[in-house]
């Protein structure tokens, strides 16, 4: 039993079955996913949920397809962490962080959006799957592409992050690195998709694929202990994961599974790529498309297909939003780092680095629960941290030489 009936208009509302359209044929809108409540509510309770596998199916009846758990049957409930020495370091006393950079098989937010794309995409038909990414999504469609058997070509703009390629290349996906943004990398998908009957998970298969990203938003609320936070930092790309988390907090009250006060969120861009930040301190409703220039590519998009909808969002909730620098990125990977034992990618940094502002702003309170939303994996991103990290200190493996090293560092004796 599925509660998706189909597709609508989300500017219109007109109405389309549920197949591999994105855009409305009346008024150019996007299309949405039409889920039938009733349907929803016969079996979704906090109990069926939590006797079900550990992984983002067991939130099942809000995702669009028709057959659970096909794709991605270990992706998504990730780690929610309460983060005691990170908020003690930037004065918050209720802390937590929301680790995607562990999640399966590819290490960022992107397995929850890829399954849900991909199990529609088998169920529509399609042999070849393919996106256009800042990476991540590129990783985390090649390797669900080869478990499903299915032929995969992704789109990226060329000169990113090493790891980011080898973990596409490694799937043995088609690559194509375009000369130019990820902006122009999209319109170059859009374009192909017309001529192709390719299923571009982020592009005809929008409608489907924004859904998987409510599951972050669920996962918070049950690892709660079902309540909802106060206060969630969220980083801003394409404007996918912002409103669809916003959307979960909203089901999860509405079907009755969680209770509390509407969430503040509260929207986390790189300054060099910070379309919506700059409209919301400008008090403008709709964003002015920026050309990106920043070390955080995951998160680098200067025309955002949903950066109007982050900023509606945003302010209807009470909440608010930040950049970072570079240099602040940098330094609060390292905090996240030394603090919690998370090793996150820029686009990790850049909420941490807003939360942290947000906080000495005083506009998330200190004692108030605070979830900051970790994307991605900076293992995968070494090149961002390397030059600002000491090297090893190299001696001969003779104690005395170990030891004079050591006593030779400022403050070895007093750190614990
Ligand atoms: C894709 C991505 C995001 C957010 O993207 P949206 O397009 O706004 O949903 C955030 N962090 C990382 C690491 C990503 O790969
Ligand atoms: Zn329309």
Redesign the pocket.
């Known amino acids: 039993m599925t509660a998706l009936v189909g597709l609508k208009c989300r500017a219109c509302g007109a109405p389309y079955p549920a197949e591999a359209v994105y855009v409305c044929e009346q008024c150019l809108g996007p299309l949405g996913v039409v889920l039938d409540e009733a349907v929803v509510r016969k079996t979704l309770s906090r109990a069926s949920i939590e006797s079900r596998p550990r992984s983002l199916w067991r939130y099942r009846e809000v995702l669009p397809v028709l057959e659970p758990g096909r794709v991605g049957p270990t992706s998504g409930m990730t780690p929610l962490l309460r983060a005691e020495r990170l908020g003690r370091a930037i004065g918050h006393d209720d802390c937590w962080v929301k680790d995607d950079s562990v999640n399966h098989p590819t290490c960022?937010?992107?397995d929850r959006v890829v399954p849900v794309a991909l199990s529609r995409a088998l169920e529509l038909g399609f042999t070849t799957v393919s996106c256009a990414s800042?990476?991540?999504?590129a990783n985390s469609v090649s390797a669900h592409a080869a478990r499903a058997g299915l032929r995969c070509v992704i789109f990226i703009p060329d000169g990113l992050e090493r790891g980011k390629i080898l973990g596409s290349a490694v799937f043995r996906a088609t690559i194509v690195a375009v000369r130019g943004n990820y902006d122009q990398v999209n319109r170059l998908c859009t374009e192909l998709a017309e001529r192709h009957r390719w299923a571009f998970v982020n592009v005809n298969l929008r409608p489907y694929y924004v859904e998987g990203?409510k599951t972050f938003g669920w996962e918070i609320v049950e690892q709660l202990g079902w309540r909802l936070p106060r206060h969630a930092v969220l980083?801003?790309?394409?404007?996918?994961?912002?409103p669809k988390v916003a959307e979960a907090f909203e089901e999860a009250v509405r079907y009755g599974c969680a209770e509390g006060a509407p969430v503040r969120i509260y929207t986390a861009q790189a300054a060099g790529s910070a379309p919506v930040v700059r409209a919301l301190h400008a008090g403008l409703d709709r964003f002015e498309p920026v050309k990106p220039q920043t070390i955080a590519k995951?998160?680098a998009?200067g025309n955002?297909a949903?950066g109007n909808d982050v900023l509606r969002i945003v302010r209807a909730s009470g909440g608010w939003g930040e950049m970072a620098t570079d240099e602040e990125i940098v330094s609060a990977i390292r905090l996240l780092a030394e603090t919690e034992g998370i090793f996150t990618?820029p686009?990790?940094g850049t909420t941490v680095a807003v939360a942290r502002k947000l906080v000495a702003e005083g506009k998330i309170p200190k004692n108030e629960t605070l979830v900051i939303g970790v994307?991605?994996n900076g293992y995968k991103t070494q090149e961002a941290v390397v030059e600002a990290l000491p090297a090893p200190r190299v001696v001969n493996p003779k104690v005395r030489e170990v030891e004079e090293t050591l006593a030779g560092i400022p403050g070895w004796e007093d750190a614990k």
Request: hydrophobic share 30%; glycine share 20%.
């Open positions: 960022s937010y992107k800042t990476g991540n999504l990203a980083p801003t790309a394409g404007g996918t994961l912002l995951s998160i998009i955002p949903d990618e686009a990790g994307t991605g």
